[in-house]
Each structure stands twice: as C-alpha cells, then as structure tokens.
C-alpha cells in the first residue's frame, strides 16, 4: 500500500478494511473466463462501492483495485489466464506524463488518445467512472499503439526510469 501515500485520503491501517471489501473471489476463480464487457461490469461495480464505502474519489478506488490485481493476477497469476487481457493498469500522474513525451500534442494523431489520458491527471480528480472510462479508452489507444495489452501499458512509466531520468511514480 506504499503506493497509496502520494495522496490517498485514506492510508496505512485504516484502508486494509476499505480493501477487503473488494469482491476478488469472482476475478480469482480459476474456471471463470473473462470478456472485457464482464471484467468492466464487474471493476466498476467493485470501484464504486469501495469509493463510497472508504469516502474517497472513483479515481483512487480504481487505483487500489487496479494494485491489488496486479499484485493478485499479473504477478501472482491468480484466476484465469483471460484476465491479462482485461485488467486495467494503475492510472498514475508518472504513466500520463510518459504518454504526454511519448505521444506530443503537436501530432493530430495523439489528439484523441491525449484527451481521454488527460482526463486521469490528477487521480484524485477522477470523480466518476465514466471519467475514469475515458482514460481507459486513451490507455487502450496506447496499449494498441505499442501492440500490448492494457495493463502493459503500465510498463510506459518506468521508460524515463531506464534511461536514467526521474519519473516521479511512487
């Protein structure tokens, strides 16, 4: 939950609660295959009830859920193999600013990809899940772009890293 510091209303102790909450039993199930339209019903029925129930923008709830997927079915490789495909990467202020150098805005290109990412900067200011929808349709542009899947498209903040530069992600 070190991720959950840079600005999280709630932190530390008080959010384990918030977190356990979170339906995960029918994303871990082994024998249930995902569709996008199934994992998206069900993400942002997880991330609206733990914004409501934790007090705290859908833009943080996303992000946690998004954590704690990563953690469970990316690394862990927990439920079925179908989730990889669908599962949203955390939205951070360090993987738009890597899509903003990467994709400038003086190409006309990038212009739709640029406005849906934009709308996740800050995090905090993500206060509904249709926002929050619009980032993941620019994420799913760069995902495209970069011939990966959505969630590798997290990967993007860490380049400034690797070439030696502080990207500023927590």
């Known amino acids: 939950m070190s991720a959950a510091r840079q600005g999280c209303p709630v932190r530390g102790r008080k959010l384990y609660p918030f977190l356990r909450s979170v339906d995960l039993a029918p994303v871990l199930d082994q024998g249930r295959v995902w569709t996008s339209g ?3 019903g069900w993400h942002e029925s997880q991330a ?4 409501a129930s934790a007090g705290i923008p859908i833009g943080w709830s996303a992000k946690l859920i998004n954590m704690l997927l990563k953690t469970r079915v ?3 490789g927990e439920g079925d193999a179908s989730l990889k495909a669908v599962i949203h990467p955390p ?5 738009v ?3 903003r150098r990467r994709y400038p805005s003086r190409d006309a290109a990038n212009a ?3 406005r849906l990412c934009d709308r996740g900067v800050p995090i905090s200011g993500i206060a509904s899940y249709d926002q929050y929808r619009d980032v993941i349709k620019g994420l799913r542009l760069v995902a495209a772009r970069e011939n990966c899947t959505l969630f590798e498209a997290e990967s993007l903040w860490s380049a400034r890293e690797a070439d030696g530069e502080d990207s500023g992600h927590a």
Do not use: K, P, W
Not at 48 to 51: D, I, K, N
């Open 48 to 51: 609206v009830g733990l914004a």
């Open 112 to 114: 739709e990809l640029r």
């Open 74 to 76: 990316y690394a862990g």
């Open 38 to 40: 199934e994992f998206e």
């Open 91 to 95: 939205v951070d202020n360090a993987l």
């Open 97 to 99: 600013g890597e899509i």
